[in-house]
């Protein structure tokens, strides 16, 4: 049993068990699946400012910073009980551009040559970490959601904004890692 | 669609609005009832990292194309959450507390497409969506901590200049 939950899990497991949070929030407590949210409330927590953005009660929305909590300790007991020690398995066509860029480390899910400390303080690494944070950030709260309230969420509710924004995603994503990425990961 | 919106407060508070109507419940229950969100998303941390879905290296070969895998448990999760909502819609289930369930529908504004295509530049150069950055930090990649700040910084300077930007 433990050999194969040690396994890299298929993406049809993975799947319906990320689909099955829609309905698991639902009934617990007729929450909606969405994570962005989370980096709205520690701004609203921490530093509102006078922005009237981050004026309202984040303690009724508590439940959510329990949720991600959640996310970070099972990214803990993943990593310290169940870890694959297999090199992550990469198509050999990325194998060889990310060669180029002298990216080769595939030893952990992130590669090191840009997520590592030492990485963060070059100009690539920076860009790709603070640059690449901010987007995710500022976008996603611009688009009032990410991959778990719209794509998912906002999918299975059949939202046509949704839709629209889960198209977006996509499209920035592709724009993002075949035309501006390979100069980024040049520098 | 939707061309007033700026102008239209109706418009703006539907985006001030739209993660706030997380929580729906009129019932008060004690603070330690939110660890039963703390265990879904504890199980949800778990596939995040057994099925790669934190890799890097799996966004990037979505983004080339050059595997289904991203796909795949994207869109399995949007066909059983679609056969769920159903489910609950059509069968009128209730929470465990016994309330009705709510839905939202969402208005549609152009920060749906403007700040998407944003957060699809955002998504190859991290690796991650929101949700992931959590579980790349639990897996030991103390870095990402900055990614996280660094996102958090995002949200609040949108936050700062929302009336001014179109929607």
Known sequence: MMEILRQPWSWYLAGGLIGLIVPALLLLGNKHFGISANLRHVCAACFPGKVQFFQYDWKKEQWNLFFVAGILLGGIIAAQLLTDPQPVVVHPALVKELQGYGIIDRSDLLPAEIFSWKALFTVRGFIMLVGGGFLVGFGTRYAGGCTSGHAIMGLSDLQVPSLIATVSFMAGGFIMANLLLPLILRL | ?167
């Open chain 2, 1 to 167: 669609m939707n061309t007033n919106s700026t102008e239209s407060p109706a418009g703006v508070d539907e985006v001030f609005m739209e993660d706030l109507y997380g929580n729906e419940t009129e019932l008060r229950h004690p603070w330690w009832y939110n660890f039963k969100y703390l265990a879904v998303g504890l199980l949800f941390g778990i596939v995040f990292v057994k099925a790669e879905i934190i890799s890097w290296f799996r966004i990037q070969e979505m983004f080339r194309l050059q595997s289904f895998h991203m796909f795949g448990v994207i869109g399995t999760a949007v066909v059983v959450g679609m056969i769920s909502v159903w489910l609950i819609k059509r069968f009128n289930v209730k929470t465990i507390h016994g309330e009705p369930i709510h839905f939202h529908p969402k208005v549609f504004n152009k920060g749906q497409v403007i700040g998407g295509l944003i957060f699809g530049f955002g998504w190859p150069m991290t690796g991650a969506c929101p949700g992931p950055l959590f579980a790349q930090i639990g897996t030991g990649a103390l870095v990402i901590i900055v990614v996280l700040l660094s996102a958090i910084a995002g949200t609040w300077v949108y936050g700062y200049f929302r009336e001014k930007l179109p929607h």
